[in-house]
């Protein structure tokens, strides 16, 4: 199973190729030098799942001083101050049981972490996942913090999929030993773990994407407004005033900024120009149209979710959704994913774990949406 997290529409599109720092554990009062900000990566992607936020495309790393460089390392401290502590129990523990240290780090794995992850992952939640190799305090800077979203089993293993922040846009599956096998305890991935664990986690929402902010970078004249995580240029002065916006709330923020911010709003959004009657819901960037109240009653929509954007600013949005969207028609059964630049058919369950998506991210649009769209071959 896998809840409505996917590594390409929820992971950043840059990989953790942040710079080592040095971060103080205050509660424990020592210091970790960390390889990169997995920890803020993680905890950043979940704070933009949770408030349904757009995630940004930039491939490329952001700068300190940059309004998601920083948040990133921000996220990063609070996630060393919540889990610490846990890193520090598994590096100082041995592996197998022990009378005088416990049952070990292989059956705290099996029999407290695994059901508890399972458990909130079947509850609709993904998870921030702590993964350990250390067997001391100072190998800690060498552990890890993913994402996990779904999970698997067979007969003897438990595959758990996660999104790792050094690998953007791609499904990484962790594999374990459901039970406790001394002759096989570690897990396999992309690298080899001693153990894993469900992290603390406590929500939040970057500042500078509170809805409505207005924004833009200090070498750049555009203004935009924040909605749903994305940037909605205002054109003109004159629409500025016409929106009813005061230029004293305007935030200049840091050179390269913006490039990490969405533009276009999270999905199920729903945005109409200001001045115009048409309403549009987003789905993986592009607005499709809703052509009558009926229709927008038959999709089970909310008229007071409507936002008013400025006038000419849905033009900024995608015209073909992104890479990896899953579209569904009201009225039609045909599943269709972007592959490819192109509308495809999804055919079956194994094309679907095959992409690493799950049917529940799939999107309801207007009926007739899609037929605009270019399509390509079926994906069997």
Same mark, same amino acid.
């Given at each position: ?5 996917? /590594? ?6 840059f990989?953790n190729s ?5 971060v ?6 020592i ?11 993680? /905890? ?6 949770? /408030?349904?936020?757009a995630?940004?495309?930039s491939?490329?790393l952001?700068?300190d001083g ?5 948040y ?5 401290i ?5 889990n610490g502590?846990k890193?520090?129990h ?7 049981p ?23 992952l079947?509850a609709?939640q993904p998870?921030?996942?702590?993964l ?10 060498g552990?890890?913090q993913?994402?996990a979203y ?6 003897r293993?438990?595959y758990?999929h996660v999104?790792?922040n050094?690998?953007?846009g791609?499904?990484?599956t962790?594999?374990?030993t ?9 897990i396999?991935?992309?690298?080899t773990?001693?153990?894993l664990?469900?992290g603390?986690y406590?929500?939040?929402r970057?500042?500078?994407l ?9 070498t750049?004249p555009?203004?935009f ?5 994305g940037?909605?240029w205002?054109p003109s ?7 009813g ?7 200049a923020?840091k ?9 276009y709003?999270?999905n199920?959004?729903?945005?109409r120009?200001?001045?115009t009657?048409?309403?549009?819901v987003?789905y993986g960037?592009?607005?499709f ?9 038959a ?7 409507v ?14 959704p ?8 009201r ?13 495809r058919h ?12 799950e049917w ?6 207007p ?7 270019p ?6």
């Amino acid at each position: 199973m896998r809840v409505n997290f996917t /590594a390409a529409e929820h992971g950043f599109a840059f990989a953790n190729s942040f710079v080592n720092h040095v971060v103080r554990i205050p509660a424990l009062g020592i210091d970790i030098t960390t390889k990169g900000r997995c920890g803020g990566m993680a /905890a950043a992607a979940l704070d933009h799942w949770h /408030a349904g936020l757009a995630m940004p495309e930039s491939s490329l790393l952001p700068q300190d001083g940059s309004l998601v460089g920083d948040y990133v390392y921000s996220r990063l401290i609070d996630t060393m101050i919540d889990n610490g502590a846990k890193f520090v129990h598994y590096a100082t523990s041995l592996d197998h049981p022990t009378w005088l240290r416990g049952k070990g780090v292989s059956r705290m794995v099996r029999e407290d972490e695994l059901p508890r992850l399972k458990a909130r992952l079947d509850a609709g939640q993904p998870q921030l996942l702590g993964l350990t190799q250390a067997r001391s305090v100072t190998e800690l800077g060498g552990d890890h913090q993913v994402v996990a979203y779904g999970y698997r089993e067979d007969a003897r293993y438990t595959y758990v999929h996660v999104w790792d922040n050094r690998s953007p846009g791609r499904e990484v599956t962790l594999k374990l030993t459901t039970r406790d096998d001394p002759n096989e305890r570690q897990i396999t991935g992309a690298d080899t773990w001693r153990g894993l664990f469900v992290g603390a986690y406590s929500r939040k929402r970057p500042s500078y994407l509170a809805e409505g902010r207005l924004i833009h970078d200090s070498t750049d004249p555009r203004i935009f407004v924040i909605h749903g995580g994305g940037a909605f240029w205002i054109p003109s002065g004159a629409e500025f005033d016409a929106c009813g916006f005061s230029w004293s709330n305007v935030v200049a923020a840091k050179p390269g900024s913006m490039r990490h911010i969405a533009t276009y709003p999270g999905n199920g959004r729903l945005v109409r120009e200001r001045g115009t009657g048409p309403i549009h819901v987003v789905y993986g960037g592009r607005a499709f149209w809703i052509p009558s109240p009926q229709e927008f009653e038959a999709l089970g929509l909310d008229w007071a979710r409507v936002v008013d954007v400025p006038a000419g600013s849905l033009a900024g949005l995608r015209s073909m959704p992104r890479e990896l969207t899953l579209l569904r028609e009201r009225s039609s059964d045909p599943v269709w994913v972007v592959r490819g630049g192109l509308l495809r058919h999804v055919t079956s369950q194994a094309v679907m774990d095959a992409l690493g998506l799950e049917w529940a991210c799939v999107r309801v649009v207007p009926d007739g949406s899609l037929a605009g769209l270019p399509k390509g071959a079926p994906l069997t």
